[in-house]
């Protein structure tokens, strides 16, 4: 269903479409701990999932999977923020947590709104899968691939920060070393945000005033992915926190996941892109690091 909507409208339209799923989820989360015993977050992970399928459904409706592209932001810390109520914890790591997420969500949204042109235009990257792979390959790597990798492999990173919350105020590691870890991984947090921040700022005056070109100044003259390589520090900083109060245990998949998926998959299929579209690329790429 294809509509000229203005990018306001269409804003105002993805909304809708994220307040309905986050209502959906919301409502089977409190069905699922009230009636079912499950525990509370097995119950974030299945209302995560519901709400991700009303936001795949909603990209079926509008024949665009860019309706995904800010779950990937707008879930964590609206599902820390909401678990915090629910458990009526307000701990020095749980708070430090919500300010950390709320600013990468924050920042990561507003790019998005920078970026994003209406809901009739579809990321390139889907566009492809589209237009390559056959309509009934193309809608099972839409679900699986598009969507519900992504949240699962967001959710296996929010893990770390989930399990703050089962951790009483009057049992939270005190000591100078907890406390030190604790402030580090928060720190890196806010650092990975402001990284990505500045690289926004950066690649958007680029192309505007350089169309067509690649970027090649101020972080990307150090790394050809400094928002990748922020996002990726994001998440280990999120588990440095949890580390401070837990230690070093299995949770540490989370972060490696999300590793993963950016070196494995992102990063080669933006190069891939740039190497073809981008003039000159190939010199820059052999002179400058993939992250910083």
Same mark, same amino acid.
């Given at each position: 269903m294809k509509r000229n909507y203005t990018k306001w409208q269409s804003i105002a339209l993805i909304a809708a479409i994220y307040i309905l799923s986050g209502i959906a989820g919301v409502a089977l989360f409190a069905c699922l701990t009230?009636?079912?015993?499950?525990?509370?977050?097995?119950a974030i992970f299945c209302a995560d999932v519901l709400a991700t399928v009303i936001v795949w459904a909603a990209g079926l409706l509008y024949e665009n999977v860019s309706v995904y592209d800010p779950y990937w932001s707008v879930f964590p810390p609206v599902a820390f923020l909401l678990y915090a109520l629910y458990t009526h914890l307000w701990s020095l790591p749980i708070v430090l947590l919500l300010i950390a997420s709320w600013y990468w969500g924050?920042?990561? #949204?507003? =790019?998005?709104a920078i970026t994003f042109k209406g809901i009739a235009h579809e990321d390139w990257r889907y566009s492809r899968y589209r237009d390559t792979l056959h309509p009934m390959l193309f809608h099972i790597t839409n679900f699986l691939g598009l969507n519900?990798?992504? #949240?699962?492999?967001?959710?296996a990173a929010m893990?770390?920060?989930?399990?703050?919350?089962?951790?009483?105020?009057?049992?939270?590691?005190?000591? *100078?070393?907890?406390?030190s870890i604790l402030i580090a991984g928060f720190i890196v947090c806010l650092s990975s945000a402001t *990284?990505?921040? *500045?690289?926004?700022?950066q690649i958007h005056d680029f192309r505007r005033e350089n169309p067509g070109k690649y970027c =090649?100044?101020?972080?990307?003259?150090?790394?050809?992915?400094?928002?990748?390589?922020g996002e990726i520090q994001f998440w280990w900083g999120i588990w440095l926190m949890y580390?401070?109060?837990?230690? *070093?245990?299995?949770?540490?998949?989370?972060?490696?996941?999300?590793?993963?998926?950016f070196l494995g998959i992102s990063i080669p299929m933006m190069e891939r892109r740039q190497l073809q579209n981008k003039p000159g690329y190939a010199e820059y790429k052999k002179q400058t690091r993939m992250l910083i």
């Open positions: 009230d009636y079912c015993s499950l525990s509370p977050v097995a924050w920042r990561l #949204t507003r =790019n998005w519900m990798v992504p #949240t699962l492999v967001v959710f893990l770390p920060g989930l399990r703050l919350y089962e951790i009483s105020p009057a049992d939270s590691a005190t000591d *100078i070393l907890s406390l *990284i990505q921040l *500045i690289a926004d700022k =090649n100044v101020g972080l990307w003259k150090h790394g050809r992915h400094p928002n990748y390589f580390v401070s109060q837990c230690g *070093i245990d299995w949770y540490v998949l989370g972060p490696v996941a999300m590793t993963a998926l």
